[in-house]
């Protein structure tokens, strides 16, 4: 018995070296596939801004003015935020403000910005999204909204972080690690979407 407890480690730390290996690689395909740049300039029916970091309201109020779309939900804010402290007057006038965009308070991750939108939608003719979020943030963002808006197009309108640059990302590690942790949220995603087919086909 004793003879073969190394041969079992052995296999064990093999399966486990095999395993980082995988996730390795499928780490730099997923950076591999984050959008740089929005796939059109086509005008959609809604954007929607996911708070949580620099750029990303002020993309959707360009866009909004621009006529991209004729409304907008910022998905996240807080619920003592006032709109003019997201957005200034000189960044998008009162006539766009009153009328075409809409505070979410409900959401507090990825997640829950996906049901507050579906929800938002809902009472809304909306057929097409542009999502405006981090590049880095893009992918699992998209594999959300298209879970719970199924039918509805999504068209990532991905912002850049100034600190986070996606070439050469391996060598910076606080990059590197904001990647792999955004990774590792993207697969738990897509497991517990597989897990809910199956529990729904079964």
């Not at 004793?2 to 950076?31: D, E, M, N, S, Y």
């Not at 000189?90 to 075409?100: F, G, I, Q, T, V």
């Not at 542009?130 to 912002?159: C, W």
Request: hydrophobic share 45%.
């Amino acid at each position: 018995m004793a003879r073969h407890t190394p041969r079992r480690w052995r296999g064990t730390l093999a399966i486990i070296v095999i395993l980082c290996l995988v996730w390795l690689a499928g780490l730099f395909a997923f950076v591999a596939q984050v959008p740089r740049t929005a796939p059109n300039d086509d005008a959609t029916d809604a954007l929607v801004v996911l708070t949580g970091g620099p750029g990303r309201i002020d993309r959707g109020a360009e866009l909004l003015t621009a006529g991209k779309a004729p409304q907008m939900l910022i998905s996240g804010v807080g619920t003592d935020v006032r709109p003019r402290e997201l957005l200034s007057a000189e960044r998008l006038p009162d006539r766009l403000l009153s009328c075409c965009v809409t505070l979410g308070r409900a959401a507090r991750d990825t997640h829950e910005n996906a049901i507050e939108t579906a929800g938002w939608a809902a009472s809304r003719p909306i057929s097409s999204i542009r999502l405006v979020t981090a590049d880095f943030h893009m992918p699992r963002s998209v594999l959300e909204f298209e879970r719970r808006l199924p039918g509805v197009t999504i068209v990532p309108e991905p912002v850049s972080t100034s600190n986070i640059r996606l070439d050469d990302w391996w060598r910076r590690p606080a990059t590197a690690l904001l990647l792999a942790g955004e990774y590792t949220k993207y697969l738990a995603a897509r497991a517990q979407m597989a897990l809910t087919r199956v529990i729904d086909g079964a």
